[in-house]
């Protein structure tokens, strides 16, 4: 039997259109070569080809926890999710504000079916634990890699299980897969998972990994 690298709750709920972060945000951008791209030509994540996006999203001397949340950390693209035009490289807000508009913008938008991002959201100090998950240094280097518009397509849109020691995931994003769970953090038990790591440098395995959904 093929061991699973996906999380064997999320096999179970989503098959594979659970996918590592990584794997998913080469999946939203367009992996063309255009020399006509926003960033003029300065490379971005959406100009360079397959190859240039994957070494420009993760890079050699990248710290461990960045590479660990691209390898580790699980998304499912919501199934009502618009489709993602083009590809725009910039970052004009603040990673902080950034997060904070998201979540106040999904609370407001808000009808029947609510979103694990806005849990615990305190609109007076603008707070929560989830706010501070998705700041963490690691998804601010990420900020930088992809730019605000893909952020905002992520957290608006996806399901985010962030990994945890101990072979759990914590679900920040997206639709609570666990109705029992009413706190503001979803733990997953999982049993089969093995993480992998990506080595920068090394093209077809990062390839292998990252595309093998
Ligand atoms: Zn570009
Ligand atoms: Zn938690």
């Known amino acids: 039997m093929k061991k699973r690298r996906v999380p064997e709750i999320l096999w179970r709920l989503f098959h594979n259109r659970a996918r590592t972060l990584g794997a998913t945000i080469l999946s939203l951008i367009p992996l063309k070569?255009?020399?006509?791209?926003?960033?003029?030509?300065?490379?971005?994540?959406g100009c360079d080809g397959e190859y240039g996006a994957i070494s420009f999203l993760l890079r050699e001397n990248d710290p461990d926890?960045?590479?660990?949340?691209?390898?580790?950390?699980?998304?499912?693209?919501s199934d009502q999710a618009?489709?993602?035009h083009g590809y725009d490289p910039h970052c004009r807000w603040a990673h902080l504000e950034l997060v904070r508009k998201t979540i106040e913008m999904t609370i407001s938008e808000q009808c029947s079916s609510s979103n694990v991002i806005s849990f615990g959201y305190d609109k007076m100090s603008r707070c929560s634990d989830i706010v501070e998950a998705l700041t963490s240094p690691s998804w601010s280097l990420l900020l930088t890699r992809i730019g605000d518009v893909l952020m905002v397509y992520l957290l608006k849109n996806t399901s985010i299980f962030l990994w945890l020691p101990r072979n759990k995931?914590?679900?920040?994003a997206g639709f609570p897969i666990?109705?029992?769970?009413?706190?503001?953090q979803v733990h997953i038990s999982?049993?089969?998972?093995?993480?992998s790591l990506l080595h920068p440098g090394n093209?077809?395995?990062q390839k292998r990994?990252?595309?093998r959904l």
């Not at 926890?65 to 998304?75: A, E, H, V």
Request: net charge positive.
């Open 65 to 77: 926890d960045y590479r660990k949340l691209l390898n580790q950390c699980f998304i499912v693209v």
């Open 169 to 172: 995931h914590h679900q920040v």
């Open 82 to 84: 618009p489709p993602l």
């Open 33 to 45: 070569s255009s020399t006509n791209c926003q960033c003029k030509g300065r490379r971005c994540l």
């Open 178 to 184: 666990s109705d029992l769970c009413l706190k503001s």
């Open 190 to 195: 999982i049993t089969t998972y093995k993480p």
């Open 209 to 211: 990994l990252l595309l």
């Open 203 to 205: 093209y077809q395995f």
